[in-house]
Structures are given as structure tokens and as C-alpha cells.
């Protein structure tokens, strides 16, 4: 468990499969980041026992409701994209219910994130990654201190279309830069 001053990021329980549909099957949410809205409570669960059981993988729950609004969480070099990462190196992914857009709660969540990837798990490099379009997910990168790298296009998306995938970095060096000096 890692806490925020908003937020309790925890790993994913199958209690959670309500709240998860919830904010998961949004039409808004899901497709900009590359998944399905949710269709089902059921479907959820099976999110959650499937895709959220990874390590690293966590509910952000927030304090003031204890109800999980979203999900974000470290992927290694054997998650989606990954093209270009070696050993020493991950992505942060997330998502927010719409609700709670621009409210600072996902950078909130990324810079815990990042001090574990840094201070914990000795990582030498964070990659983030989003989709042509997602100004909000652009923001947190911005926000969070992210540098750009690099933009990949037409990238077959989970959808199978064809997108445009633009990918930021941050090494140990500018998160201590940033967040420790």
C-alpha cells in the first residue's frame, strides 16, 4: 500500500469489481487509452483477476470515499509498450474516472510512483506513454516532469486501428533533479 495525501494506491480486490465498472465502462475513458469500456460488474472482475493482478498494479482508491476511482501501476519490459525499454527501465500507465479529471489526483499518484520505481525498485528510466488526443494523459506527463522521446506512428492499437503513440521519459537523475534537490 502507498499513500498519497488523497489517495491509498492498493493492489485490486474482486470487492472492487462494482466501483471498477463504474467508472471502467465510460465510453470516455477506456478507447483513448486503448481498452474497451467495461460491459459488465462481471467483466470487471475478470479485469481485476486477470489484468490488475499483476505485480505493481494498483486501485487508486480515494481517502475521503475508500471507493477505487481508477488504477494506475509500473509495467516492466514484458507489458504493451515496450518496444524500445531494456533491463532497468518501466512505464507508468494509468486512468481516472471522469469524474475526477483534472483534479491533480493521477500526477499525485504518478509521483509516489516514481520515487518507488527510483528509491525502491532501483529503476534507471520511466517511460510514459499515450495516444494522439489524450490531452489529459499529455498533461500528467507534462505535469509530472516527463521529458519527451519520441513518437511512433501507426501503431496498431488494441482496437486494431491505427495510431499515433508519443512516448515521454524520465531517468533517476531528473526525478532526483526534480522531486529530491
Not at 112 to 137: A, H, Q
Amino acid at each position: 500500500m502507498i499513500e498519497t495525501s488523497r489517495l491509498i494506491l492498493r493492489p485490486w480486490r474482486e470487492d472492487d469489481a462494482e466501483s471498477l465498472f463504474k467508472y471502467a465502462q465510460d465510453p470516455d475513458v477506456g478507447p483513448i487509452a486503448g481498452w474497451l469500456p467495461h460491459t459488465s460488474v462481471e467483466n470487471s472482475l475478470e479485469i481485476i483477476r486477470t489484468v490488475f493482478s499483476a505485480p505493481e498494479t494498483y486501485a487508486a482508491v480515494l481517502k475521503e470515499t475508500n471507493e477505487p476511482i481508477g488504477s494506475c501501476g509500473i509495467m516492466f519490459s514484458n507489458s504493451l509498450h515496450t518496444e524500445d525499454m531494456v533491463n532497468g527501465e518501466a512505464e507508468i500507465g494509468y486512468w481516472i474516472g471522469k469524474p475526477y479529471w483534472g483534479q491533480g489526483l493521477i500526477p499525485e499518484a504518478v509521483k509516489v510512483l516514481l520515487s518507488r520505481c527510483f528509491n525502491e525498485l532501483n529503476l534507471d528510466t520511466v517511460w510514459c506513454g499515450y495516444y494522439d488526443g489524450n490531452i489529459k494523459s499529455k498533461r500528467v506527463c507534462e505535469k509530472s516532469g516527463f521529458r519527451y522521446h519520441h513518437t511512433n506512428k501507426d501503431i496498431t492499437s488494441p482496437f486494431g486501428d491505427k495510431r499515433t503513440e508519443h512516448f515521454h521519459i524520465m531517468t533517476k537523475e531528473d526525478f532526483h533533479a526534480l522531486y529530491i534537490d
